[in-house]
């Protein structure tokens, strides 16, 4: 059977690994797929550079709206990221009839309900294994293995670069600056690391999960975001002391009320999995009805580990691209004309657990004090440790961790907390999961 061509668009870092992974496994992926897949023409500014990784296989442009439009082109993959100019590219390539696979979980957390729409009426597949946790095949466990399941929850560690600050953080002790400059020196954060660090990339990445694990439309702007750059070395080592890790988690969960979709700092067990996952590594873990808690770790970025995700696209779409659109996998795992249209609770109405950490005067009592705040606001507290006050000092670190409580609650008791005079400075509030039943 003749090859299937492809067009790439952007070959950067996961654009070359693309590259090289097709080349160096085209026996194997051939005989997965049925056909040869082929890399025709590649399209990159630099165009230079993408001759020297081409080796003259194919044709190179700098045009990549004329591949879009090129009636060889069977695939196009799209590796420009943002959503500028790759948002007009994929819908340019839809409206060609052409099968689209993408890395690009901003541009589909934020247009994607447009993008799956253009792309039924058309007829032509999304791939976008390689838009959540890089190398781990997530999208299709979520979307085809676990389709038995009534899904109640996910939770993930779905951005590298803060897995890693967090674990220098916990290891070395050092401050979130320090330990970002290293890792910027190291070349593991980018030199604008703003959407890792402020949480945007992992709810980018929960947006897209979450719309797969409840049959919802993507819906990033409701998203709570909050990112890593207040979190305290003091907080990590005291979390630790108590049994836990604090980990930049994703996390999105049906309630009785509606979905929660938020991305936070939290304070998960120690003794999980989960918490144990380190450096620039992801996991997720799926809580399903039937099947229970499932867990999936492995490179959540890079050349190779990305494009093994790209690639287990292409072959997807190779396999399907002849079978009818409706005997299709759903671009969002629920056939498109019966998404939910569940309200995305807002953070307010949220019922977690906290870790509470107030600097407070050292005197006869001040806990009275505060127990008393907390219970009018009906929070009750599962432990409470008070630090000794260092030589010479007369305030001390008191930290109290709740049951769970709407947040709308604990933001009111820390309002009268912080009005106490035996309170001093601002109370530190960070959210925890247990990531049990
Ligand atoms: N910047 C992301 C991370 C990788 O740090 O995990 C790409 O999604």
Known sequence: MKPINVGLLGIGTVGGGTFTVLQRNAEEIARRAGRSIRITVVADKDTARAKELTHDTCRITDDAFSVVSDPEVDIVIELIGG?????????????????????????????????????????????????????????????EGLSANRIEWIAGIINGTTNFILSEMRDKGLSFDAVLKEAQRLGYAEADPTFDIEGVDAAHKITILSALAFGVPMQFDKAYIEGITKLAATDIKYAEQLGYR???????????????????????????????????MNAVVVQGDAVGATLYYGKGAGAEPTASAVIADLVDVTRMHTADPEHRVPHLAFQPDRLADLPILPIEEVQTSFYLRLRVQDEPGVLADIMRVLADEKISIDAVIQKEPGEGEDEADLILLTHRVREKHINAAIAKLEKLTIVVGMVTRIRMEELGK
């Open 83 to 143: 959503y500028g100019v790759a948002k007009e590219l994929v819908l340019k390539a839809i409206a060609n009839g052409k099968h689209v696979v993408t890395a690009n979980k901003a541009l589909l957390a934020t247009h994607g309900n447009e993008i799956f729409a253009a792309a039924q009426a058309k007829g032509v597949m999304i791939g976008f294994e390689a838009a959540v946790a890089g190398g781990i095949p997530i999208i299709k466990a979520v979307r």
């Open 246 to 280: 604090i980990k930049l988690l994703g996390i999105t969960k049906r309630t009785t009320a509606g979905i929660e979709l938020r991305v936070h700092p939290t304070l998960i067990p120690a003794k999980r999995l989960i918490a144990n996952v380190e450096g620039a």
